[in-house]
């Protein structure tokens, strides 16, 4: 199971760029294994069909763990955020090597503001070259 975590980690960061959502769903996804064991143990001291009802429940539980385990991005982009955004566009339209270390609300309104020319993942790497 830790090789599944690691490996997954490894792909996700070697060839993808982001958030790694995929990963880190997965490392919950990949206990599955530990419930599908414990099920077998409620298999045999539940008999009959009140096992199928706890295997049922451990895998409705885990997938929707899952699922709520994902990031939260409670981001609101205020007017502020957009007037900025404006701003710092008039300046580096039509450059590609600009580094914008700002909140995440002014990166998303920079996205929105350039029709996304401007792009997180470029903006990120050339801040980590730098």
Wanted: net charge neutral; charged share 15%; aromatic share 10%.
């Amino acid at each position: 199971m830790a090789k599944i975590i690691l490996f997954a980690y490894f792909l996700s960061y070697w060839f993808l760029s982001g958030e790694h959502l995929v990963a880190r769903r997965l490392t919950l996804f990949a206990v599955l294994f530990l419930v599908l064991i414990l099920a077998e143990v409620a298999t045999m001291l539940i008999s009959g069909r009140k096992s199928l009802a706890v295997v049922g429940l451990a895998v409705v539980l885990l997938t929707g763990l899952t699922y709520y385990s994902g990031p939260v991005l409670n981001v609101s982009v205020s007017d502020r955020d957009i007037a900025k955004a404006t701003a710092i566009w008039h300046d580096l339209r039509g450059t590609q090597d600009y580094c914008i270390k700002d909140d995440l609300g002014v990166i998303l309104a920079l996205e929105y503001v350039s029709a996304k020319e401007f792009q997180e993942t470029v903006n990120n790497s050339n801040c980590n070259s730098n």
